[in-house]
């Protein structure tokens, strides 16, 4: 089993996005995959089918989400806590979903020194029972990206690549020298593996990708000493429209989101964006097996 976690600190990148096409590429692919959200606006947990009730009433997801993973060392494991997404891709892939409460929860998690190591701990316990682990993270330094990247093996760094997004960087790397290789020393386990930066949201106008693109990369390898991955996630609209579909049910409109994967099956045109996220699922498996 490989856990990889899927991060920037910059916001809007395409963390989820990749996150979630690339649990369904690479289940697509015949890997078991669990998929853990771990950022309180709940987008991965929203894009897999866990978020269709539209009454707070009805929220079943306040009681039983990654929260109570890190919550105690003894009990709430991941068989326990582990849902089916819902329409997300055929078959279902296993997820841990966030939630809102996650924000306000943070400090009282905080004062435990031994939450830190607790995602990982879990994680090893069901090493049998997935190939791959993907953890979607939160745009932060905080609390809950610590201790998914002391959890991963692996890391992927989603990037549009432009100023604002390359100038994180340099937080992102300082934050796993300084804070996450030590604790995963501590643990036994090997420092932070970098898959790479993935270029995501790229425009396909084509003079961009003859000129900008190609120095926007070279300032990744040269200036800020990363890889850059191979596959290249485009700017696409069925991107965006995969997950915002819905059933329209009398009065409600319920949501009814899919993979990339899936939803190119019944649109022709969503084919090109698949692709990309097949090839990101090959140059991954190449690179972690
Ligand atoms: N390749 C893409 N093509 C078109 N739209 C995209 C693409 N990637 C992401 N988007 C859109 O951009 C917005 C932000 O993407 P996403 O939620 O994946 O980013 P994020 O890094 O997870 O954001 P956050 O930091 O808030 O968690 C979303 O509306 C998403 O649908
Ligand atoms: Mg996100």
Redesign the pocket.
Known sequence: MKTIAIYHHKGGVG??TVAINLAAALSKKGKRILLIDI?A?A?TTFAVGLIKFQLEEHDDLKDKNVYHLLESGTSNFIGDIVRKSQGFIYPEIDVIPAHISLIERQQELTRFSAVFFRLAQKIDKVKDEYDIVII?TPPALDLYAQVSLIAADYLIIPSDLKPFSNQGLISVQNFIKQTINESKEGLGKLPLKILGVLPSKISTNAQYLKNTFLKQKNVITEKYKLPVMESVICERSALSHCINQSIDLGELEIPDPMSIISYAEKKSDAGIAAAEFELLADEVLAKIE
């Open positions: 963390k989820t950022d606006q987008n979607d």
